[in-house]
Nanobody, 125 residues
Framework: QVQLVESGGGLVQAGGSLRVSCAASGRTFSRYHMGWFRQAPGKEREFVAA????????YYGDSVKGRFTISRDNAKNTVYLQMNSLKAEDTAVYYC??????????????????WGQGTQVTVSS
């Protein structure tokens, strides 16, 4: 089992930046591929980003590519999502997710093994 706790959400103006963090506890952090999803009211859950257990591979949803960067620090058991050039459309609850590491990162398919509780990100225009 692993517990995921997001932090760093808040209110930011359009064009600004924000970094959200996800701290993991329980089993060894490096055994998990990690990722982020988001969901706004009235909209479906959307894949945002994922990173392989080693950090060697990253993946991004089309709507955030070039603006968001996912990274991880296995020594700190933490994954980060750096969000730049934020838009009002980025407003959502952002959820951290973990997948037991296999060769292929499957987080993009939307069925992780563990979910965090979410952190609200609001972008004002």
């Amino acid at each position: 089992q692993v517990q995921l706790v997001e932090s760093g959400g808040g209110l930011v103006q359009a064009g600004g930046s924000l970094r959200v963090s996800c701290a993991a506890s329980g089993r060894t952090f490096s055994r998990y591929h990690m990722g982020w999803f988001r969901q706004a009211p009235g909209k479906e859950r959307e894949f945002v980003a994922a990173i392989s257990w080693s950090g060697g591979s990253t993946y991004y949803g089309d709507s955030v590519k070039g603006r968001f960067t996912i990274s991880r620090d296995n020594a700190k058991n933490t994954v980060y999502l750096q969000m730049n050039s934020l838009k009002a459309e980025d407003t959502a609850v952002y959820y951290c997710a973990a997948e037991v590491a296999g060769i292929r990162v499957r987080l993009r398919e939307g069925n992780p093994d563990y979910w965090g509780q979410g952190t609200q990100v609001t972008v004002s225009s």
